[in-house]
């Protein structure tokens, strides 16, 4: 227990020298808010740069995929404007090559002649005005 009566008390002065002043305080506010904004800043961009990588990921496996298809698109397509191909499948659905003497092309420029008894089709051109 403390005895009061024998223990001397002083009253001191309370001055600047024993208190931190507002300027101190304040200067200790900015720095602790400086510190914490940049370790925000810090994860922010960390976050920012995990997000872009996974994207860019993304985007790769996307054009391995596009180039896959593109190579099997022109595949399909050197197999489909092949000659022997399109005469095989024109075979496999029942046409049959024309023989030339039979054919006749039909040109719009040149001048309408009588259609001969061989005749099966005709196409004639017919201009008509567009009005806006």
Do not use: C
Request: glycine share 4%; charged share 20%.
């Amino acid at each position: 227990m403390v005895d009061f009566h024998s223990q001397q008390l002083s009253n001191r002065p309370l001055g600047a020298g024993d208190r931190a002043t507002y300027s101190e305080i304040i200067r200790w506010i900015t720095f602790g808010a400086l510190f914490v904004s940049l370790i925000v800043v810090y994860a922010w961009s960390h976050n920012e740069i995990l997000n872009i990588s996974y994207r860019m990921e993304q985007l790769r496996r996307e054009n391995n995929e596009l180039s896959e298809n593109n190579a099997a698109l022109r595949a399909e397509h050197s197999s489909l404007i092949n000659p022997e191909s399109i005469d095989h499948l024109a075979r496999k659905i029942g046409l049959v090559t024309s023989n030339r003497a039979d054919v006749k092309i039909l040109d719009s420029h040149l001048p309408m002649v009588k259609p001969s008894e061989n005749l099966v089709a005709q196409s004639t051109l017919q201009k008509k005005t567009l009005h806006e």
